[in-house]
Every structure is written in C-alpha cells, then in structure tokens.
C-alpha cells in the first residue's frame, strides 16, 4: 500500500469523495480522486510568470490544488471554485491558507469581476462531456471572458480518444498528454483562444 493510502486523512478524503459520487455521479464525473501523477501533469503545464493568477474550476477534495500548490504556486495566486458545500468545508479545513469559494462555474465572470480578463490559468476538473450542452456553453463564454488574451485553459477527460472537445468552440488545443497512470486513464488538455 502506497504511504499516503494508509494516512487517515488520505482515507477521510476518499470517503468524502466517494459519498458525494453518490449523491450527485454527473456532477464529480468519476468514482476516485485524481491521482497525484494527473495533478502534477496539470500543474506542470500552468504558465512560469510573474504576477500570476490561476483559477480552479471543481477542485472537489483537492489532488489537482494539492499539486498547484507544490509547483510553487503562491496561495494569494491561486482562488479555487467549488460548487458542492461539503467539498468547500473540506478544501478549506484541508487548505486553510488558500482562497476556496463555493460558487458555480456559470458566474465566473461575477465571482472574478476585479480578474476579468486577467486570469494567466484555468485548471479545470469540471466534467464537461457529463454537463448539459448548454450550461457548458456558459461556462465556456465565462471561461473566455476572464481568460487573459495569452492565458491558458488546463482540463482533463476521461475521453482518450482525439474527439472534439467542447472547448473547441471558442479555443485552440495547444498540447495534450495522456496520463496512464491515473485511475481510469485520462488526457490532458491545454487550450487558448483562438488567435
């Protein structure tokens, strides 16, 4: 057994996870957490600049901000949107020193009024292809609109296969990566908008 599966809190943190999978499958898109390789393979491809600001989207119990914060992401840089009550309370006993808000990706835009346009990263768990089309499509205006001209969209599926993804619409893929080692197997993309 891998060290931090026998910690208490890595279990308390799965339980967490898995019961709010029960509650509400679309709403978190998998059975486990992601695993700490996806989370570094995301964090890895947040922008190195200064005066940087960085927004995730459906943090859940936290593997990917885990992973953002170790890249050295500074925690006034970082805001984290979460959509569920119990994952909030979790993120902010688990993270005190980071800025967690419990909100909807559909206002992004209100939640980041004093950010628009000026967000260099959005690291994504959202399971955007479990989503109805068109509150995707609203996040999607949102995620553009608070994006910086030259930021970057980081967001991960369980889809391997080349498909379009709905991000498409209004982004470039710039790269992708596939992470075998996560628990399914997921790829990584990372997009800007179109030039």
């Known amino acids: 057994m891998h060290k931090e599966q026998s ?5 308390k943190t799965n339980i967490s996870f898995f019961s709010q999978f029960i509650r509400n499958p679309k709403s978190v898109g998998a059975l486990v957490p992601s695993s700490p390789r996806l989370g570094r393979t995301m964090a890895n491809f947040v922008p190195k600049k200064d005066d940087l600001f960085v927004v995730e989207l459906g943090p859940g119990t936290g593997p990917i901000t885990k992973a953002l914060t170790k890249v050295g992401i500074d925690k006034d840089s970082l805001m984290c949107l979460e959509m569920s009550p119990k994952m909030v309370k979790h993120l902010q006993s688990r993270f005190p020193e980071l800025n ?13 009024s004093e950010k628009s346009g000026n967000v260099d990263a959005i690291v994504s768990s959202l399971p955007l292809k479990s989503i109805p089309d068109l509150v995707v499509d609203n996040i999607i205006d949102q995620m553009h609109t608070v994006l910086s001209d030259d930021g970057v969209i980081i967001q991960f599926t369980y889809d391997l296969r080349a498909s379009r993804s709905p991000l498409l619409k209004k982004f470039d893929r710039v790269k992708s990566k596939v992470v075998i080692g996560n628990v399914p197997p997921a790829r990584v993309d990372v997009f800007q908008k179109k030039k």
């Open 100 to 112: 967690i808000l419990e909100g909807d990706a559909c206002h992004l835009t209100e939640i980041l």
């Open 7 to 11: 910690n208490p809190s890595f279990l």
